[in-house]
């Protein structure tokens, strides 16, 4: 567990992971209340704040399960959440 918690916060993935995130929840939090921005309504906090966090989440486990090189490619070791497992299978 030291492991993946030390390859979540290196290497850059937290920028790149919260890059992700502004990109990706901003797209859907548009799509998800954009008519209640546009009306002027409250938006629903919940929803915006899991908007942000489910991209970040998501691109922080893509980093981590490739580790810190990024050795997650077809038929290259596997990384520390065990990507790779399918392709190095004999």
């Known amino acids: 567990m030291g492991r993946i918690w030390r390859y979540s916060i290196s290497d850059g993935v937290p920028r790149?992971?919260?890059i992700?995130?502004?990109i990706v929840g901003t797209i859907l939090n548009l799509i998800n209340q954009g008519d209640a921005m546009i009306a002027g309504l409250p938006l629903d906090i919940t929803?915006?704040?899991l908007t942000y966090l489910v991209p970040y989440c998501v691109s922080t486990y893509g980093a981590v399960s490739?580790?810190?090189a990024g050795v997650c490619r077809?038929?290259?070791?596997?990384g520390p959440i065990g990507c790779g497992e399918e392709e190095n299978r004999v």
């Open 20 to 22: 992700v995130a502004l």
């Open 74 to 78: 077809a038929g290259v070791g596997a």
């Open 16 to 18: 790149r992971s919260l």
């Open 66 to 68: 490739c580790g810190p």
């Open 47 to 49: 929803k915006l704040l």
